[in-house]
């Protein structure tokens, strides 16, 4: 597709763990040409360690107090993709910012679709439970009402990041025409 898009505001992608925002995020950054952070990777960088050692060593809520910030100082950067951790977009702070500063796209998947990706990187702390997957369907519904706010929703279950992908550019390109 020839891309024509040019956002003057970061594309910021939301959901789950294990949907694929990092791996589509990337793939859009380039296809917009746009520098892409992925907002965990940050808080790292911040912290000098590893989310499963910020949980560990001080906790989630010293996590998701980096993590607002990290999110809050990223946002008034020049427009760049930004994928943030599936629990960043629950926070109304953080929830507030990115809905008046950048343009959110929530991406979907049913529990089935997660849990054969999560299942591919064990380094989750949230996931560190007897039953993964019931971790996950409390987290769908407890955060499904905050992510539905996002400005497009975009289903990634079905077809394979590339489709995803593709259906976000179209829906970019959609929103730009009304504009
Ligand atoms: C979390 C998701 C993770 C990471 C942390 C907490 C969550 O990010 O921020 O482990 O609360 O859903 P990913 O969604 O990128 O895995």
């Known amino acids: 597709m020839t891309q024509v898009l040019t956002p003057d505001r970061s594309i910021v992608l939301i959901g789950l763990m294990g949907v694929g925002k990092t791996t589509v995020g990337r793939r859009l950054s380039k296809a917009l040409g746009l520098k892409f952070r992925d907002a965990d990777e940050e808080v790292e960088k911040a912290a000098g360690r590893s989310v499963a050692e910020i949980f560990k060593d001080f906790g989630e809520a010293a996590f998701r107090d980096g993590e607002r910030k990290v999110i809050a100082r990223l946002l008034e950067e020049p427009p760049m993709v930004l994928a943030l951790g599936g629990g960043a977009f629950v926070d109304p702070d953080t929830r507030a910012k990115v809905l008046n500063q950048a343009v959110s796209v929530w991406l979907k998947a049913d529990v089935d679709t997660l849990m054969n990706r999560v299942s591919r990187r064990d380094t989750r702390p949230l996931l560190q ?24 929703h975009v289903d990634a279950s079905a077809g394979s990041h590339q489709t995803t992908l593709d259906t976000i550019l179209q829906a970019l ?3 730009e025409a009304k504009a």
């Not at 007897?130 to 497009?152: G, K, M, Q, S, W």
């Open 129 to 152: 439970d007897p039953n993964p997957r019931a971790v996950l369907e409390r987290l769908l519904e407890a955060r499904t009402p905050a992510y539905a706010e996002a400005d497009i």
């Open 173 to 175: 390109q959609a929103r």
